[in-house]
């Protein structure tokens, strides 16, 4: 090679690492208050450690967990209300793995753009590690990928990876019996599944993302924008009081096909849907596009995010647990002797 000699440069084609050196540098203020005891080392090697004994644990079972956000995305990059869907990633993670019955350790993410832009990196990944520090979850570590030519101007995609751990022989769901009863945990919104629909719903209607929002207060955009719930913590309280024999998280399927999930095979559920409101969003998209009940249920999660699964004589201890831990808490029904989730009155 010719000392001295200018050429094409990865600049050149579209890759700034400047601006990605500039970005970890910005972040790791937010991920150094996501510490938690195990972690051994912070942002910027090769990979990360951490110490399950430190973190508590003897005899531990690791639990993984990966996910992403899905088509919301589309609705933060077109407003550019960015800050929150890295707490949906965080959660759509951290809360399938409390229903294992582990604790959230450590979030790794991933985040792909055409073009770095380093002031719309930051704000995403300062939602992720929000997400972690409300999960107790260590942010370790992650991947920014600039890809010139795979996504378009101002695109990005995110993916997240979420290691939890809990001692051998306390896996959930365990000991669901008939007559055990589901109490409900209210849902902040649509949460991050069935957006295709709700994208389709917001177009049929004529609306836009900066319009009024039909059924609450601000633009409609930042409205469908309202991070995921985290249960953690307060999931984590109700497990370690005792008497929780399963938790679900509802995502995309709906009640009707989440709760099954954790149900032994042969048993299934009875679920009364007047004993919780429907939120203002689900009534209007329901309206909106003349959605069946059916179809809701096994779509959206109508305003129910997790789901436990509890002894019937801790029901009512539990539900004032997870009360005083700050949820909105509904007695659905029970666990029944049939297959499947029965329904008993009205949800619309």
Known sequence: MTAGKSGMTYADAGVDIDAGNALVDRIKPAAK?????????????????????AAGYSDPILV???????????????TGVVDGVGIDLVAMCVNDLICQGAE???????????KLETETAARIIEGIAEGCARSGCALIGGETAEMPGMYPEGDFDLAGFAVGAMERGAALPA???????????ASDGVHSNGYSLVRRLVEHSGLGWESDCPFGEGKLGEVLLTPTRLYVKPALSAI????VNALAHITGGGLTENLPRVLP??????????????????RWMAETGDIAEEEMLKTFNCGIGMIVVCKA???????GLLAAEGE??????TVTGTSGVAYEGALL
């Open 33 to 53: 208050r996501t510490n938690r005891p195990g972690v051994m080392s912070g942002l910027g090697g090769f990979g990360a450690l951490f110490d399950l004994q």
């Open 328 to 333: 909105t808490v509904a007695r659905l029904g």
């Open 64 to 78: 993984g967990a990966t996910d992403g956000v899905g088509t919301k995305l589309r609705i933060a990059i077109d």
């Open 175 to 185: 000991g669901v019996r008939e007559g055990d009863v589901l109490l409900g945990l």
């Open 313 to 319: 004589d801790r029901a009512d201890q539990l539900a």
């Open 240 to 243: 370690r009081a005792g008497g």
């Open 265 to 282: 095979e042969g048993m299934g559920a009875a679920i009364d849907l007047g004993t919780w409101e429907l939120p203002p969003v689900f």
């Open 104 to 114: 959230p350790l450590f979030f790794l993410d991933y985040f792909a753009t055409g």
